[in-house]
């Protein structure tokens, strides 16, 4: 049975894994290939019109996540839930692009460099059947021009005519051609220059707001996500290690890897800038990951039981957090906020 509140998707316990190749020296030491777990035990929801960011460092599974939610990788463990029903047994792999679509961070690649946009748009339409005769698709191509900001003139133009953002504004006209539920945007500015990002960044945003969309919003860049996300989860080494309210996210940092990733943005927190270190020391090599806590080698407040044991996804102040000492963090970035350690005081002087 489903509310109006149900969630349209939700992640149960995902793990994806990939078979590394053989090095020399495995093949020395017998020991065959090796398992990477890109994702591990993700567990989350989305609902209609919201925005979901996941954000993390480069290799965290953020990709590999996202490849599972679209039913382009099929999870080695745990479900993916579209509308309470398993997705990957929701109709047909055509009908299961119409309910969630992905779009890239280089929209090139994905692109035929021989069709105008309106051949392109026209062909998506002609595959799903969407439009019957000749004289409503092209009416649809006219209109998916104007909800992206494209100028008409442009659709008898090929992709290589056009500008980074052109192209990008393009690429996401075509993923709305099916009129999908759930976009999943894999970094989706990150090409872009600055201003660009802004202008594609608020088209993101107003589509959700006019279409009722939801998004899995993927960055690096802890800003972008802010700005058009309700909720955050912050990824490392394949797992969500906190998962919380954007602006909760900012304000009460519940893990210490959240509050190194804050600390290296210069205007986000003053506060919490001065009282945490960045973070130190590389990424741990994803084939062989910490036996505890994946942040344990990288932490500031790593203890025995961090380096052993691993943390379960526990609820700490409305954050979904995976730290033996959630708690702990939690209090002092309150403490910080209120004042309690005078960094207010000392900015003023
Ligand atoms: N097809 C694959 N085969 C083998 N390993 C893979 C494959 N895809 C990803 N990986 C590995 O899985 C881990 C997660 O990769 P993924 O691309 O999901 O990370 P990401 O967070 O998207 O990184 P980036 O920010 O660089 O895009 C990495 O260690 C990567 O090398
Ligand atoms: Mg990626």
Not at 110 to 117: D, H, I, Q, V
Not at 250 to 278: D, K, M, V
């Amino acid at each position: 049975m489903t509310s109006s509140d149900a969630p349209i998707l939700e992640l149960k316990g995902i793990g994806k894994s990939f078979k590394s190749k053989t090095s020399i020296a495995d093949r020395l030491t017998g020991r065959g290939a090796r398992v990477l777990r890109a994702v591990r035990d993700v567990s989350l929801t989305l609902h209609a019109g919201e925005t979901l960011g996941i954000v993390g460092e480069s290799g965290c599974g953020k990709s590999t996540l996202g490849r599972c939610i679209t039913g382009f990788y099929e999870p080695d463990e745990g479900e993916v839930l579209y509308a309470g029903r398993p997705f990957l047994e929701t109709g047909t792999r055509l009908e299961r692009s119409r309910a969630i679509q992905m779009i890239f961070q280089d929209p090139y690649s994905s692109l035929n460099p021989r069709m105008t946009l309106a051949q392109a748009l026209d062909e998506v339409l002609l595959v799903h059947g969407l439009r019957k005769s000749t004289g409503e698709r092209s009416n649809r191509v006219d209109e998916l021009m104007d909800t992206v900001g494209l100028p008409p003139a442009l659709k008898h133009r090929l992709p290589h005519a056009l500008s980074g953002g052109q192209r990008q504004r393009f690429s996401i006209a075509r993923a709305l051609a099916v009129e999908p539920r759930i976009l999943v945007a894999d970094e989706p500015v990150s090409a872009l220059d600055a201003s660009v990002q802004a202008q594609i960044i608020n088209l993101f945003v107003a589509l959700r707001e006019r279409l009722g969309l939801a998004y899995i919003f993927i960055a690096h860049d802890l800003n972008v996500v802010r700005y058009v996300s309700q909720r955050i989860g912050v990824m490392y080494l394949g797992q969500v290690v906190e998962l919380a309210d954007a602006d909760s996210i900012f304000e009460f940092p519940g893990h210490p890897y959240t509050r190194a990733l804050l600390s290296a943005i210069p205007e986000a927190n003053p506060e919490h800038r001065r009282e945490t270190a960045s973070i130190e020391g590389d990424l741990p090599d994803p084939l062989s990951p910490p036996p505890g806590c994946s942040f344990s080698t990288r932490c500031p407040m790593a203890v025995e039981i961090c380096r052993n044991t691993a943390p379960p996804a526990r609820l700490i102040a409305g954050h979904a957090v995976r730290c033996h000492r959630g708690e702990e963090v939690a209090a002092m970035s309150k403490s910080m906020r209120s004042g309690e350690f005078g960094p207010h005081a000392s900015r003023s002087s």
